[in-house]
């Protein structure tokens, strides 16, 4: 099996069938299955899958949880069932550009004349690539950052998250530290030998994916993003229903657990300092989210 795509799903009716869509309308010179894993949904995520399921019985694979087992959890679930040399993580929010996947896909087999640059130049080896994330409205998506440190994810907080928006310029194709894991593709053995995402209760929604990245460079696999293949994100649809204060106290969980992980190992002291780094962070957070509800609701009184 040359490609194993991996859809993570729960509550997605409004989306699922776009991605699935963007999947199924093209043909491939590779062979590739589709493994979906449903977190226990409610809606009609689960009755939209099983008729496309009805439709491609060879291409498609659904896994029903019983119940959320979370981002983490929910794709190392897929992961193991896997068979793919490469091996394509999707949020169900995510609508593909007809050319993406087979291009994704060179660039991983190593056929693409940029990757073959880099790596001369390097002398590494390219372990994961990504396409530029645009919004539906056709506006790029900030999906590249600098991994996180104890230093840069504080002055990124003082500057309200402008700053990690500036680490590249999205418009170009070249090596990064940490792209979303929305639509990412990873050669199979190395993610498997990694052991897919870290499944820490910390780390249920928020940050896998950083430390993902993170685990990638420190089996030093470099990591590609490509801006010359394209996904729709129609951002926020995995997420929304989740009120605003539970999202970043999950973000401000998972965000301690990674810093704590990775730049505390074995230190007491340290680990004090990230609580009381990300406590301020956390709390910053929640005042400026009121500020922002007490000034539309003043704005639209008036």
Same mark, same amino acid.
């Not at 729960?10 to 699922?16: A, H, L, R, S, Y």
């Not at 498609?60 to 896997?82: E, L, R, V």
């Not at 293949?229 to 301690?256: M, N, V």
């Given at each position: ?141 900030? +999906?590249?950052? $600098? %991994?996180?440190? &104890?230093?840069? #994810?504080? @002055?990124?907080?003082?500057? /309200? ?76 649809? +995995?997420?929304? $229903? %989740?009120?605003? &204060?539970?999202? #970043?106290? @999950?973000?401000?969980?998972? /965000? ?47």
């Amino acid at each position: 099996m040359d490609l194993s795509i991996i859809i993570l799903t729960w509550n997605g009716e409004e989306v699922i069938a776009k991605c699935l869509d963007s999947i199924l309308a093209n043909s491939y010179a590779f062979n590739y299955e589709i493994i979906i894993v449903d977190n226990n949904s409610k809606d009609k995520t689960l009755e939209i899958l099983n008729r496309y399921q009805q439709k491609h019985r060879k291409l498609i694979k659904i896994i029903k949880n019983s119940k959320n087992y979370g981002f983490a959890k929910g794709n190392n679930i897929g992961i193991k069932k896997a068979r793919g040399k490469f091996i394509l993580l999707l949020n169900q929010d995510i609508e593909l550009e007809g050319n993406t996947i087979p291009r994704l896909y060179k660039d991983l087999n190593l056929e693409t004349k940029k990757i073959k640059q880099i790596m001369a130049e390097t002398k590494q080896k390219i372990g994961a690539v990504a396409p530029m994330l645009k919004y539906p409205s056709g506006k790029i998506q900030k +999906s590249l950052r $600098k %991994l996180p440190t &104890p230093l840069n #994810i504080f @002055l990124d907080a003082l500057t /309200l998250g402008r700053k990690h928006e500036q680490d590249y310029d999205h418009s170009k194709s070249q090596v990064v530290d940490q792209p979303m894991a929305s639509c990412l593709m990873i050669k199979g053995k190395l993610l498997k030998k990694i052991k897919g995402f870290d499944e820490n209760p910390n780390f249920f929604l928020y940050f896998n994916d950083v430390d993902l990245s993170k685990r990638i460079q420190d089996q030093n696999y470099l990591t590609f993003y490509d801006a010359d293949c394209l996904a729709i994100h129609h951002h926020g649809e +995995s997420t929304k $229903k %989740l009120q605003e &204060p539970a999202r #970043i106290k @999950l973000w401000c969980r998972g /965000l301690y657990y990674f810093l704590a992980k990775h730049y505390a190992k074995g230190s007491v002291v340290k680990k004090i300092f990230l609580f009381i780094e990300v406590k301020i962070i956390f709390i910053a957070r929640i005042v400026l989210l009121f500020i922002s509800k007490f000034l539309k609701i003043f704005n639209f009184n008036k």
